[in-house]
């Protein structure tokens, strides 16, 4: 029996939930629970981490699930992680639905870091008007830079925040380059802090940068260990064909 466990939270989640809704496949479609009103699917939704590798395993075998997509953001790693882990124990075909890296064009102005704490690091200079694109789960690392300015972007409102000197929008994107780039010009950043999350959704604060001439500290992605990635809807269709789900065509 078919039964796809998609884990979600991220526009392409969201899109092959549409798909596989669409083709009548049994699928369940499963999030962290960071924001207060996720987006509806056509599919049942449950919510929540799992708890850990063991937890999924016991997840997978109570529900009968068949095959597991990863569509999480690329830097949710902790969550990819498990998810290699738990199939390779249970047994189950796993696959991830990842978006390509973004890569400089001409005209950007990227300074690469590894991670969050060289992006910290990477800030210890003096005060600027920096549009910290990061969302909400890393903020207390970044107040070990307090002196500057902080625009933050967040899908919901924060009740604190620890820094002490921001400006929250609060928006969920797909972003649009020329509200991105007035968004910056009446907030006067300086700087783009970002993770290379690739798509489309969030591009639109590089592109944004580009225009305005201004520097980007582009958050490079976690490196993961080897598992099945495909980075397309009509991809996925086509290894749960290979790996025998009948997809009625
Ligand atoms: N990181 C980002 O920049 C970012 C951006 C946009 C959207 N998101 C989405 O937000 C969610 C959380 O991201 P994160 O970076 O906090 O993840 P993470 O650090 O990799 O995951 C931490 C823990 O959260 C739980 N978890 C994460 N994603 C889950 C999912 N889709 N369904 C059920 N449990 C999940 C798991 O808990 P257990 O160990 O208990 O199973 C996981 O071990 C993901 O769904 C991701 O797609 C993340």
């Known amino acids: 029996m078919t039964h796809l466990l998609i884990l979600g939270g991220t526009t392409e989640a969201n899109a092959l939930a549409k798909t596989v809704a669409e083709q009548g496949l049994a699928a ?15 599919l049942p939704v449950r919510v929540g981490g799992f708890g850990g590798v063991q937890g999924l395993v ?19 790693s902790q969550m990819s992680r498990n998810a ?53 789960m890393h903020l207390e690392e970044f107040s070990a830079q307090p002196q500057h300015h902080y625009l933050l972007r967040l899908v919901d409102a924060p009740e604190e925040l620890p820094l002490p000197n921001a400006d929250v929008v609060v928006a969920r994107g797909p972003f649009a380059e020329a509200d991105d780039r007035a968004l910056m010009q009446r907030h006067g950043t300086q700087l783009v802090v970002s993770k ?54």
């Open 84 to 136: 290699i882990e738990a199939c390779r124990d249970a047994q189950t075909p796993l696959a991830a639905l990842t978006r390509p890296a973004w890569r400089a064009q001409s005209g950007d102005d990227w300074r690469h870091v590894p991670d969050i704490p060289a992006a910290v690091d990477a800030l210890n200079v003096e005060a600027q008007r920096v549009f910290l694109a990061v969302g909400r």
């Open 28 to 42: 369940t479609y499963s999030y962290a629970g960071r924001v207060e009103n996720p987006r509806p699917q056509p």
């Open 58 to 76: 016991a997840y997978i075998h109570h529900n009968g699930i068949s095959h597991v997509i990863d569509a999480t953001h690329p830097f949710a």
């Open 196 to 249: 290379n999350a690739g798509g489309t959704g969030a591009r639109a604060k590089l592109d944004a940068a580009r225009a305005l001439g201004l520097p980007v500290l582009m958050i490079d992605r976690p490196v993961l260990p080897e598992r099945t990635e495909l980075s397309t809807i009509a991809q996925v269709l086509d290894w749960l064909a290979h790996s025998g789900v009948n997809l009625g065509v």
